[in-house]
């Protein structure tokens, strides 16, 4: 036990580093009382991660600031506790991974892993909108991961607003075809908890 203890945590941080997440947030770190749109008890049966093995997806779907990218990196957490490979991009980054995935031996690689990643976490889809080509890739990325990897999405938008961003609806249709078949949809409301509890330079709110 004590022989195998510095390799199990030599390979717990490679997974750390390796999965990019921004920083630790946990369950035990949410206010729960404050955003009453999803109980802790729903996030808790999420934590037997049984739907990593399953490659279902999670969807958070929400203004910003109601937590949503907290509770996916609540699970992403859980998940590397577990031993599971996770991956951390927002859409942006995804979408510079897969555009310059031909010419960069950086996002190459990147790709690569996440590829063999069993979670990986796509946030903020639908910030900022993209380009035909862009929506193409992402669709070849969603359909590629399809029942072999879980999807955890954070999204400021409903899905009947996906449309919007990604400029065709066709495309639309397809990626959330494949990302909603095997899928848990968790509505988010409320305020933004940053703003409610933001502090001014001078520490009072």
Sequence with gaps: RSTLFPYTTLFRSLRRKKARLPYVKTLESFDFGFQRSISKEQMLRLCDLTWIEQAYNICFLGPPGVGKTHLALSLAEKALEQGHTVAFETLEGLMMV??????????????????????VIIDEVGFM???????????????????????????????????????????T?????????????????????????????????
Excluded at 111 to 119: D, R, T
Excluded at 174 to 203: K, P
């Design 129 to 171: 909108p993209l380009e035909p080509a862009e929506a193409n890739q992402f669709f070849s990325f969603i359909s590629m991961m399809s029942e072999k990897t879980s999807l955890i999405i954070t999204s400021n938008k409903g899905f009947d607003e996906w449309v919007e961003f990604l400029g065709d609806a066709t495309i």
């Design 173 to 205: 249709t397809a990626i959330l075809d494949r990302l909603v078949h095997r899928c848990e949809i968790i509505n988010m409301s409320g305020n933004s908890y940053r703003l409610e509890h933001h502090q001014s330079i001078t520490g009072k709110r």
């Design 98 to 119: 897969l555009k310059t995935a031909e010419i960069s031996t950086a996002s190459r690689r990147r790709l690569k892993f996440l590829k063999k990643a069993a979670l």
